[in-house]
């Protein structure tokens, strides 16, 4: 059974960074596209990032600022969150195809 968990959110200041993490598990994903998403209160889940192979995705308010990566070898993905605004407090969500984790909360105080 397929497994996404992310990890790494929490609560920090405008301006502070965190990386959040998301550990996939039940098959092996080198060739898939990861993406993060986010969702926050009252609004419509957006797409943040993504990842196929070496290629990387990105929405335009968050270019420059985050940096998606994986490891293989971990079945992991990573998202580099920097220079956070409080735009950016939301649920962040780790996607493969039809799969979802649960979600790790973000909050950015002004």
């Known amino acids: 059974q397929v497994q996404l968990v992310e990890s790494g959110g929490g609560l920090v200041q405008t301006g502070g960074s965190l990386r959040l993490s998301c550990a996939a598990s039940g098959r092996a994903f080198s060739s898939d596209t990861i993406n993060w998403f986010r969702q926050a209160p009252g609004k419509v889940r957006e797409f943040v990032a993504g990842?196929?192979?070496?290629?990387?995705y990105y929405v335009d308010s968050v270019k420059g600022r985050f940096t998606i990566s994986r490891d293989n070898a971990r079945n992991t993905v990573y998202l580099q969150m920097n220079s956070l605004k409080p735009e950016d407090t939301a649920v962040y969500y780790c996607?493969?195809?039809?799969?979802w984790g649960q979600g790790t909360q973000v909050t950015v105080s002004s």
């Open positions: 996607n493969i195809a039809a799969y």
């Open positions: 990842i196929r192979r070496t290629s990387t």
